[in-house]
């Protein structure tokens, strides 16, 4: 096992004591933790001398994902990436293309454990944790790829992000360092299954992000049925964990609920959406803005679950407005290179053979 450190997982100081410690000049870290989250590997980086660069490169490890698939949508320019890690392992992220400038979902694990019966990526479990520099270098190669500068964050690729929770936080700080890549947290979206013990943690954090609450079924017979993790953390402990995320930070939460047909794509399902919302989260005391994200699910292979019709969509988001929750169906971006998580690595892995 290599113990030395990620060299894009270190923040500015850490990057300064280690420097200091091979006896470098303090001002060195300022030189080159800029030109990393650009992009440049240490060989690259012209203004920094061949000693220093030598006895970095002993010193630490360094690795950008490498782009091994992309595919670019001829419809709305959504690309999508398949990188591959230093250790041969592989994950996705997809960089979105809105009128307000570029977002990129990102992956948090390799694989994921949570066990979602209708989602690509729980497929063969976890594999292991990202660093966070392995997070952060999503972005880094992805601009680099495209010359372009991301402006939006979204934590929805493959892998639960409060399962690696150590990780994730430090990617949301380094994600956010001036002088590196540097996306406000007000443009960064984190979306967890429902792990309340680690919604906690982050609400005490107080860091300005959306917290993105995957729901998908508002009695706790459904949710079990689909989502594994609603037998430790059920419907009405989750709500109450929303409740303190609101109190300790006053950000929205937005909740998404994928529409599968005949399980929770009725307009009775949509009453019962609405009531647990409002009963919990925007009482007379409490008036949480929420925003809930409907998405048509994508039909996994073998999974058995299909898409809820576009009538059937369309009456669910009327009821949710009648009942005053602002909703908006997810656009399906990319639709032509098959865009959603997961799939694209589980490709990859089934042509390997493994
Ligand atoms: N583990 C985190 C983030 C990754 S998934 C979470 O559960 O929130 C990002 C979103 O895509 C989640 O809401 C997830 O439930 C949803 N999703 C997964 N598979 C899907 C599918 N086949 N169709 C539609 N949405 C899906």
């Given amino acids: 096992m290599d113990n030395r450190p990620d060299l894009l997982s270190l923040f500015p100081e850490e990057l300064e004591a280690l420097l200091t410690a091979l006896g470098e000049p303090r001002y060195r870290a300022?030189?080159?933790?800029?030109?990393?989250?650009?992009?440049?590997?240490?060989?690259?980086?012209?203004?920094?001398?061949?000693?220093?660069?030598?006895?970095?490169?002993?010193?630490?490890?360094?690795?950008?994902?490498?782009?091994?698939?992309?595919?670019?949508?001829?419809?709305?320019?959504?690309?999508?990436?398949?990188?591959?890690?230093?250790?041969?392992?592989?994950?996705?992220?997809?960089?979105?293309?809105?009128?307000?400038?570029?977002?990129?979902c990102v992956s948090s694990e390799v694989g994921c454990p949570m066990g979602c019966k209708f989602c690509a990526s729980t497929i063969g479990g976890k594999v292991r944790n990202l660093t966070a520099g392995e997070i952060l270098g999503q972005i880094i190669a992805a601009e680099r790829d495209t010359g372009e500068k991301i402006g939006g964050v979204v934590m929805m690729g493959i892998g639960e992000p409060l399962d690696n929770y150590e990780n994730t936080v430090r990617f949301l700080r380094l994600v956010n360092e001036k002088s590196g890549v540097n996306i406000g947290y007000r443009h960064i979206s984190l979306s967890t299954c429902g792990i309340v013990p680690r919604i906690d943690d982050l609400a005490a954090?107080?860091?300005?992000?959306?917290?993105?609450?995957?729901?998908?079924?508002?009695?706790?017979?459904?949710?079990?049925?689909?989502?594994?993790?609603?037998?430790?953390?059920?419907?009405?402990?989750?709500m109450a964990a929303c409740r303190r995320y609101f109190a300790a930070t006053g950000r929205r939460i937005s909740f998404e609920y994928t529409l599968i047909a005949g399980k929770n794509d009725s307009e009775e399902a949509a009453r019962?959406?609405?009531?647990?919302?409002?009963?919990?989260?925007?009482?007379?005391?409490?008036?949480?803005?929420?925003?809930?994200?409907?998405?048509?699910?994508?039909?996994?292979?073998?999974?058995?679950?299909?898409?809820?019709?576009?009538?059937?969509?369309?009456?669910?988001?009327?009821?949710?407005?009648?009942?005053?929750?602002?909703?908006?169906?997810?656009?399906?971006?990319?639709?032509?290179?098959?865009?959603?998580?997961?799939?694209?690595?589980?490709?990859?892995?089934?042509?390997?053979?493994?």
């Fill in 30 to 104: 300022g030189q080159i933790f800029p030109q990393l989250h650009r992009g440049l590997s240490p060989d690259e980086m012209t203004n920094i001398g061949a000693a220093t660069r030598e006895k970095l490169a002993a010193a630490t490890t360094y690795f950008l994902p490498r782009v091994a698939r992309k595919l670019v949508s001829a419809m709305d320019g959504t690309v999508k990436y398949l990188f591959e890690l230093a250790d041969g392992n592989c994950v996705e992220s997809v960089l979105m293309r809105y009128e307000h400038g570029v977002t990129i």
């Fill in 205 to 238: 954090l107080s860091l300005p992000i959306t917290l993105s609450i995957s729901l998908h079924a508002s009695d706790n017979e459904t949710r079990n049925s689909i989502m594994p993790v609603n037998r430790r953390y059920p419907i009405e402990e989750l």
């Fill in 272 to 354: 019962a959406l609405s009531l647990l919302l409002n009963r919990n989260l925007r009482t007379r005391t409490e008036t949480m803005p929420i925003h809930v994200n409907l998405i048509p699910v994508n039909e996994v292979e073998n999974t058995g679950f299909r898409r809820a019709g576009t009538r059937a969509v369309a009456a669910f988001a009327a009821v949710l407005e009648k009942n005053g929750i602002r909703a908006t169906v997810r656009r399906k971006l990319g639709a032509d290179i098959n865009a959603s998580c997961g799939q694209l690595r589980r490709d990859s892995i089934a042509k390997r053979g493994t």
